[in-house]
């Protein structure tokens, strides 16, 4: 099927990311030398909220 971006999507987006500390922080690293990502790769996290998303 084909999705529209909606308002809905990018507030659904929004909440996928900053209601779960570990993708923010997958996403956003805090500046620094080494950011903590719990040895995930940024594409892991890129991963979450298209699944969040897209489940359907």
Not at 21 to 36: E, V
């Amino acid at each position: 099927s084909e999705y529209s971006w909606t308002p809905e999507l990018s507030a659904k987006l929004l909440s996928a990311i900053t209601d779960d500390p570990d993708i923010k922080q997958g996403l956003f690293p805090s500046p620094g030398a080494n950011p903590r990502t719990g040895g995930k790769t940024k594409a892991a996290y890129h991963l979450v909220p298209c699944v969040i998303l897209f489940e359907e």
